[in-house]
């Protein structure tokens, strides 16, 4: 009986300990977004200062800002998507990482079809995708801009995604047929006046599974 006591008593402590950890690191992450949101908020473009973003470095090609939503970041794009796991734009270690393009998107966005990532974050970066899984805040969160080539674009939120890392389709850019694909499978979706420009924003749905939560922005 001693032995079972001692047993579950070390259970309840490891358990205690785990989540100790998981509570540090979700302040920790709070705390961290939150600076370098300010941080990378200093060099956002306005309209009378479009090319503002370009002092954060060579690596950072654009901004992308939903209005009325937290979704306000610089995009980086590097040769792969490895560096900007985590990496912030800076330049400085970040589990957060950055907003950053697909590696085989060119950093012009001159694509037609361009696939911007981020991390899934309870208190930051693409982790507010999830609110549009409501269709009213799908239907009132419409309004988007995209800066790039040191130029603001305004851009509007067309349609709804969940979707399966497995296809291709949707992430592979070198594949065609985007539009087409996104509008058979939308949870949400409203006729863009722009069809030959799209952009994707793109984030886990849940740990330890391979679905994406997208949201699609037409210039």
């Known amino acids: 009986m001693r032995?079972?006591?001692?047993?579950?008593?070390r259970f309840f402590i490891l358990l205690l300990v785990i989540l100790f950890v998981i509570g540090a690191y979700c302040i920790y992450d709070s705390v961290y977004l939150q600076r370098i949101g300010l941080a990378a908020g200093v060099y956002?473009?306005?309209?009378?200062?479009?090319?503002?973003?370009?002092?954060?470095?060579?690596?950072?090609i654009g901004w992308v800002t939903i209005k009325n939503t937290s979704i306000d970041y610089p995009i980086m794009h590097a040769e792969d998507n490895l560096k900007y796991l985590n990496t912030a734009p800076?330049?400085?270690y970040s589990l957060a990482g950055s907003v950053f393009l697909d590696w085989q998107n060119k950093p012009d966005f001159s694509d037609k079809y361009n696939l911007i990532h981020g991390h899934h974050m309870e208190s930051g970066m693409f982790g507010f995708l999830d609110l549009f899984v409501d269709k009213e805040y799908f239907e009132t969160h419409k309004e988007a801009e995209l800066t790039y080539n040191g130029e603001m674009h305004s851009a509007t939120v067309f349609a709804f995604v969940i979707a399966d890392a497995n296809e291709k389709i949707l992430f592979d850019v070198t594949y065609e047929g985007q539009y087409e694909y996104i509008k058979s499978k939308a949870t949400y979706f409203e006729e863009p006046v722009n069809k030959e420009k799209i952009v994707c924003l793109s984030t886990c749905k849940d740990?330890?599974?391979?679905?994406?939560?997208?949201?699609?922005?037409?210039?």
């Open 207 to 219: 740990p330890g599974t391979t679905q994406r939560t997208m949201l699609f922005i037409s210039l």
């Open 90 to 92: 800076d330049g400085s």
């Open 44 to 60: 956002k473009p306005t309209k009378t200062n479009p090319e503002e973003y370009m002092k954060i470095g060579d690596e950072c």
């Open 3 to 9: 032995i079972v006591n001692i047993i579950i008593d």
